[in-house]
DNA sequence: ACCTGACTTGCACGATATTGCGCGTTCTGA
DNA sequence: TCAGAACGCGCAATATCGTGCAAGTCAGGT
């Protein structure tokens, strides 16, 4: 990894997200704090950021609507992110499915981590653009623009011919009694294929997700191996997925 | 192994990965760093890289700050966009290719244009989310990320699924004399297999793109229908192509 | 065949850049 | 106010760089 190289990719970053955090960059190159807190020194230098306790921002203020909403995100679902980039090895295949709290994991995996993924949300692809070791797979097929995936029977298709070793499930609702699932049958059903075709299962979710439920099952509690939640959680139904035998991480 | 011969290979490699370290040139040629540092040196010499420590990176790809390379792209490419987005009728199925151009496009498509988009670019799929009556069909397969596509052996099965009324087609280079040319092997088999299944050929191409060849076919001239170029290209060779039949629209 | 000069290459060596770590200081949130 | 996190600084280890130099290659001329 080059020094400008970095610099490029903090660039990038920032104008972006509007900000950059150090310990994340840090985990992120897989080097110490101490550089990134000299590249994050020299690019205040030459005034392409504001140095801040933390880490950095913009040198312009807003952007416009983009870096506040990912500025939403950073807070809760970057935290999620971390705990779950800890739960993939090198040299994994995983599914990623789509949603938001899924392309924050995936732009929060280590950036040079060795692994494969396979997804159905183009915008995973795209994050994983400037991760060299990965080999990213993309699932087609038609396009469904709220949710950001590909569905259909294409899709169900390409997932059906892929064994992994994780998936990475997006979440629309997750209870102890009813386990994963999601708000649109056609949703469901590819969710569905990829817990089939997957060795574990990692349920990445927020606060406001644990214990609702919508319509349509994707996969029991009994079929979970990992639950992440945010630390503000209901502690009463955490308690409630341990006793069932569900590992449960609670991302600080 | 020619001293030019590895500066093609450095030119290439350097096009195609935006990056090369020293050492690992060095050993791929099995040569003394030093030898490599010279190349390295030569090349930047005329401006055809950015020495850093430990290699060197493309001169200009797509560094800076994002905003101004967009300032930049909305300057030419707007306007290239919008002549495109004249070309396309409702209800037509069309294939995007990838590009940072054909982005453009997309993202400069009406937005409530009532079409079918086929794209092999995640990111094309992406900008097309808030176009509510867009169709639009994601083509799968191992995901490039240099060049921001899927290619291999599934992609090019799925393509041949689809029969499209336009291609909008990325360029690397086009040239009255070879047509449209790519840099890369794969890239091209996909291209052409697009070409090969739409009806009308659509090529729009910035100045910098006009008049120049990369190593391997993707279509002749005589298969282009609409070049769509900026008002900076070239005038001698907008009219060979027009002497050739082909129509070309001059953004302005 | 032999020489010559231009060019290229690898090596040695001193100079410079980068990085991680330790330590004392400063900042932040409870 | 206090603990912990983040920070800056200096240091030593390492990596990379530039330069000078000698050996090798090769085409062209004698």
Known sequence: MLTEER???????????????????????????DTVRRDLRELARVGECRRVYGGALSPAPDLGS????????????????????????????????????????????????????????????????????????????????DKGACLGSHALRDIQRVRADLLILGTCGVDPR????????????????????????????????????????VADTSRIDHLVVTKDADAVTIDTFRALGVTVHVAP
């Open 7 to 33: 610099h490029d990719h903090i660039r990038r970053k920032l104008a972006a997200e509007g900000k950059v955090v150090a310990a994340e960059l840090a985990l992120e190159f897989d080097i110490s704090e």
């Open 178 to 217: 009813v386990g994963v699932s999601a708000l649109d049958a056609e949703e469901a059903e590819i969710k569905r294929a990829m817990v089939e075709q997957s060795r574990q299962l990692v349920v990445p979710a927020t606060a406001d997700k644990i214990g609702t439920t919508a319509p349509f099952d």
């Open 66 to 145: 983009i870096a506040q909403r990912q500025g939403a995100l950073v807070e809760s679902k970057l935290s999620l992110a971390r705990v779950v980039a800890g739960l993939v090895a090198p040299e994994q295949t995983l599914f990623v499915d789509a949603g938001s709290t899924n392309l924050a994991i995936a732009q929060a995996l280590p950036r040079d981590l060795a692994i494969t993924v396979v997804t159905n949300a183009p915008a995973v692809a795209t994050a994983l653009a400037d991760h060299p070791n990965c080999r990213t797979m993309v699932i087609g097929g038609q396009f469904n623009s």
